[in-house]
Nanobody
Framework: QVQLVESGGGSVRAVGSLRLSCAASGVIFRIKTMGWYRQAQVKQRELVAAIPTDGDTNYADSVKGRFTISRDTANNAVYLAMNSLKPEDTAAYYC?????????????????WGRGTQVTVSS
């Protein structure tokens, strides 16, 4: 079982910045991808950014040019630098990791979620 611990959320004014951090712990065979999702009130959860172990980073169109995702592979950590924040960025942000584990039937992928960290941007 993988545990994700998030930090860095808070309240800022528009055009301000925040940096979210997430560290994964537990028994991990391999991390396939790590990313950030967000869910605002009366909204569906959406992908913000993801950074696969093998592949290119991807961002939601709404955050391109403003957010930067990065990883510390050695420490199973992922970060999200958020700049030029807008009120519409207000949401609960969730760290997600997809791991590949050795199961009874072979290699199996699993998704794990953090508890979420609130980001509130005021105008």
């Amino acid at each position: 079982q993988v545990q994700l611990v998030e930090s860095g959320g808070g309240s800022v004014r528009a055009v301000g910045s925040l940096r979210l951090s997430c560290a994964a712990s537990g028994v991990i065979f391999r991390i396939k991808t790590m990313g950030w999702y967000r869910q605002a009130q009366v909204k569906q959860r959406e992908l913000v950014a993801a950074i696969p172990t093998d592949g290119d980073t991807n961002y939601a169109d709404s955050v391109k040019g403003r957010f930067t995702i990065s990883r510390d592979t050695a420490n199973n950590a992922v970060y999200l630098a958020m700049n030029s924040l807008k009120p519409e960025d207000t949401a609960a942000y969730y760290c997600k990791v997809t791991t590949t584990e050795v199961g009874l039937q072979g290699l199996v992928d699993y998704d794990f979620w953090g508890r979420g960290t609130q980001v509130t941007v005021s105008s």
